[in-house]
């Protein structure tokens, strides 16, 4: 299921009074997810994806679990990369930052993600060079993000937390690193 479904439908759980009264809920992605991963333990998109949704629902450690089981059964770059981006929305930059580094060497950077998904990973950790450095080597890779609309574009459907790590690095780069 593509990103903007997954937001929607956990936006659409945050607005209902189950949230309200009930901490330990739930959302029909995840029962799906759980579903399949009844079905399939080893499902490791599966568990990748439940990692995501739990994530931003904030619930780390359950999160945390799915998402190094997901590694450990598929080793691979868009696993890691995928894990990343759940460490992120936790807000664990050096987890996020492992997964990206990781990502990235078994890609051999090839990958159209592995640049921005670095940015995300040192903007948390505060490492504005890096961050731009690697802002730089992104807009080679996909010059939509060398401009502010196709930039805001692109990173519609991204988390509020995701978009402004993107901006504010785009804010630094225009002002001081664009060519």
Known sequence: MPRTSLLLLLAAALMTPAFAAEPAWSTPRLDNLNKQIERNAADAKARSNRGYVLALLGRKEEARADLKKAVELQNDAPMHNRAGWAYFNMGDYADALREFEAS?????????YDYYSFVLACWGTGDKKRALENYAKAVEKDPRLGEYKSLNERTAEWTPLERQA????YVLWSKAWKP
């Open 166 to 169: 993107m901006h504010e690095t």
């Open 104 to 112: 990235s060497k078994l890609s051999d950077f090839g990958a159209h």
